[in-house]
């Protein structure tokens, strides 16, 4: 059974950062893309940033571009994603997701059907 759990989401001001983490159990991260996602209220779930399982390529939207890292640690099995210079715009429910045949949401190529339970960031002006 597939278990992606969130941490690490919180309320910081603008300018702000945050790391976000994903623990993954009975999925090896490597194995699979991976990546984050967001949802606000009323919107659908946005991709944010997917790291490929061959080479660890990086993929972002544009609205976090060079402020979001995603990365990787293979010995603890776990995905993070590092929010530097945040803005009041990405308010959202995260969620962590890896790559599975035949998932329902498809980003950069990628179907996703694996989700943990979202972690809540919030940012101020």
């Known amino acids: 059974q597939v278990q992606l759990v969130e941490s690490g989401g919180g309320s910081v001001q603008a300018g702000g950062s945050l790391r976000l983490s994903c623990a993954a159990s009975?999925?090896?991260?490597?194995?699979?893309?991976m990546g984050w996602f967001r949802q606000t209220p009323g919107k659908g779930r946005e991709g944010v940033a997917s790291?490929?399982?061959?080479?660890?390529?990086?993929y972002y939207a544009d609205s976090v571009k060079d402020r979001f890292t995603i990365a990787r640690d293979n010995a603890k099995n776990i995905v993070y994603l590092q929010m530097n210079r945040l803005i009041p715009e990405d308010t959202a429910m995260y969620y962590c997701a890896a790559e599975q045949e035949g998932g329902l949401i498809w980003w950069r190529g990628v179907r996703f059907g694996y989700w943990g339970q979202g972690t809540q960031v919030t940012v101020s002006a």
């Open positions: 009975g999925y090896i991260v490597s194995d699979g893309c």
């Open positions: 790291i490929l399982r061959s080479g660890g390529a990086t």
